[in-house]
């Protein structure tokens, strides 16, 4: 890969790609496993090819930078710019950089000399790695990419399995003269970008890699797979000392778990006792961090050492649970079929008798919530399985996380407005109650900011005021993070004077009664639509607006409120998501009731139109103005 040509042609882009501000012309990547007297280390080499289109393209392309971590070292590199004129400027050791990032992680950073529309950027490096036994190239961006190539190669002993995602294709093999490579090529990858409720990392084209045997050390087996990480886990996890097991036992009687406590209940105290009584401390380490009787004592462990206290609190209290890990699938769904420990990153417990889920260490978080990223998201499940001799073994367990129902995660809104003096400003007396997944993040700002910074807060939550000193006054109810447990809502109660709601148009007063709900996502723009629709979590918003006429007006043009856009699956005529506002005029009082809900994660795309609509429908209430006339 160090060979480049010393003559260089300039590349034809297809007309297609005339409007980007860059392309990609190859973006070549070679894996080499390669033994270094006793270990084996990566070689992971890039030959990326760009062509510039426009000032965006040259700000984009103009220095490089080469991140370094995980023990990377950089072992070769070497960059030039080529002018549509032929001329070629070549970018010297000495310009290469080596700096560190706002992380304080070190990186190499350079700049391109003479960059300009129409000239290429090229670049190659190579990196050196410790052994790693899964790797994932990804081989799709915001620009089009003419080719794509993947290359892997390994001595004869070791043989990789690999998957290419979304439309990507799997890595063909051959061995040669005792080398094993692997190669997978793709030409003309058009450009993936983000979109409002798309999950682009999860949809860009991508090919990943495992070891997944040794033949000649055990022909019959592989490597790596699900049934070993369920091992993994159980090994970890529940093979404790009797002086780790006592000090569990010590612990529970602290924590009040009882023997005859519902299991639920069991969970509740173990959850609420080490969530508020163990902290985790990343920069924990050495052979004590992970042991239960020290974290015990010490009152603070590693995110590994809390997942093990809880796998023992459960076991020692009779809890029927699974251990289990999964994915991030904004970033990375879980894929049952191809074995990459890569991503395993979040820890989940599941509880077979209650059918719910638990995040040990989403320490704001409590059971039966789990963070969004995990829903409706597959995970690996260590299932303890008793021998007929009373021993146990693990069993591997795929299975989906579940959320909560769409009725158990609601965030309403009760509002009653009424107007002051000859002005007639407003003012609202509102109460916004967040259940289930809706009150994640809000009960951590209520929680745990200062007092001080309370107020603006809840001025952000409410969305009404123009400043603090509008909210007039305020309540907070049920905050605390063990009100998850039995699913009570938290409320925030206020009353705010809400004055830029009102116009005055001669004799006319006009109310913004649309601005109540809060600014809306809107999604006007005519495009066509790439990715499928991903949101947080099924759940529903109900509000109720009440408006007091005052004596001697009346509202003229009440009907603007009905606004109506649902979605029904053919499959059975149920409701999947929907935007429906309504009134009722009693007197002098107008009952304005919105029901909102989004009952899937996931909408093909092609529901996007009808998707599009409702949340439209949203937005074009935002719009939706009273007229009141004497």
């Not at 270094?36 to 965006?56: E, N």
């Not at 109650?433 to 009960?443: L, N």
Request: charged content about 25%; overall charge negative.
């Amino acid at each position: 890969m160090y060979e480049w040509e010393s003559n260089p042609k300039m590349h034809t882009i297809p007309a297609a790609y005339t409007k980007e501000s860059a392309v990609i012309i190859l973006n070549e990547v070679n894996i080499e496993y390669r033994s270094d007297i006793r270990d084996i280390y990566i070689y992971r080499s890039l030959h990326r090819i760009v062509k510039v289109i426009d000032d965006k393209g040259i700000e984009a392309f103009n220095k490089i930078t080469i991140p370094m971590v995980n023990g990377k070292t950089l072992e070769f590199i070497k960059a030039r710019t080529i002018l549509p004129n032929g001329k070629i400027i070549e970018v010297g050791n000495n310009k290469v950089r080596e700096i560190k990032n706002e992380q304080g992680a070190p990186e190499y950073l350079f700049a391109m000399e003479g960059v300009e529309k129409g000239a290429e950027v090229e670049l190659q490096y190579t990196e050196k790695k410790p052994l790693a036994l899964f790797g994932t190239e990804t081989f799709q961006y915001a620009i089009p990419v003419m080719k794509g190539d993947f290359s892997l190669s390994c001595p004869e002993k070791m043989v990789f399995a690999t998957k290419g995602y979304n439309n990507f294709p799997n890595a063909k093999d051959t061995l040669i003269d005792g080398t094993r490579y692997y190669n997978a090529v793709l030409s003309d990858i058009g450009p993936i970008h983000d979109e409002v409720y798309g999950d682009v990392d999860a949809q860009q084209m991508r090919l990943e890699y495992k070891l997944d045997s040794l033949p000649k050390e055990n022909p019959d087996k592989r490597m790596l797979t699900w049934k070993d990480l369920a091992k993994q886990l159980y090994s970890t996890n529940y093979s404790l000392t009797d002086r780790e097991m006592k000090a569990v036992e010590k612990y529970l009687v602290v924590l009040h778990v009882n023997e005859n406590d519902e299991e639920a209940e069991k969970i509740r105290k173990i959850e609420e006792g080490l969530k508020t009584g163990i902290s985790i401390d990343k920069n924990l380490s050495g052979e004590d961090a992970n042991k239960i009787d020290k974290i015990i004592s010490r009152k603070s462990t590693t995110e590994e050492g809390m997942v093990k206290l809880f796998a023992a609190c459960f076991t020692s209290a009779a809890v029927k649970h699974e251990m289990g890990m999964s994915t991030d699938r904004f970033e990375h769904p879980f894929d049952s079929s191809f074995e990459n420990w890569n991503y395993m990153d979040t820890y989940v417990f599941y509880f077979p008798k209650q059918k719910k889920f638990l995040a040990p260490n989403s320490i704001y978080l409590r059971y039966p919530v789990v963070p969004a990223s995990l829903l409706h998201n597959k995970g690996l499940f260590c299932k303890i399985v008793t021998n007929d001799d009373g021993s146990t073994k693990a069993k591997a367990d795929i299975r989906d996380i579940t959320p909560l129902t769409i009725e158990e995660s609601q965030n309403n809104i009760e509002a009653n407005v009424s107007f002051i003096g000859e002005e007639m400003e407003p003012q609202a007396d509102v109460t916004h109650s967040f259940s289930g997944y809706t009150a994640a993040g809000i009960r951590e700002a209520i929680v745990l900011l200062p007092k001080e910074k309370q107020k603006e807060i809840v001025q952000n939550i409410v969305n009404l005021s123009d400043k603090p000193e509008d909210v007039l006054k305020y309540t907070t109810s049920d905050e605390a993070f063990h009100n998850y447990f039995d699913g009570k809502p938290m409320k925030i109660a206020a009353t705010i004077k809400v004055p830029q709601l009102m116009e005055k148009a001669g004799k006319k007063h006009l109310f913004k009664i649309g601005d109540m709900i809060g600014r809306q996502q809107e999604m006007y723009q005519n495009v066509k639509r790439q990715l499928p629709i991903d949101i947080q979590y099924p759940h529903i918003e109900h509000r109720t607006i009440i408006v007091n006429i005052p004596a001697g007006y009346k509202i003229i043009n009440p009907e603007s409120i009905r606004i109506h856009a649902d979605d029904k699956d053919a499959n059975g005529g149920t409701a999947t998501m929907g935007f429906n506002s309504d009134y009722k005029l009693e007197g002098n009082k107008l009952t304005v009731d919105i029901h909102e809900y989004y009952g899937q994660l996931h909408y093909p795309v092609s529901y996007f139109e009808t998707f599009r609509k409702v949340i439209n429908a949203s937005a074009d209430f935002n719009k939706v103005v009273l007229v009141m006339v004497k």
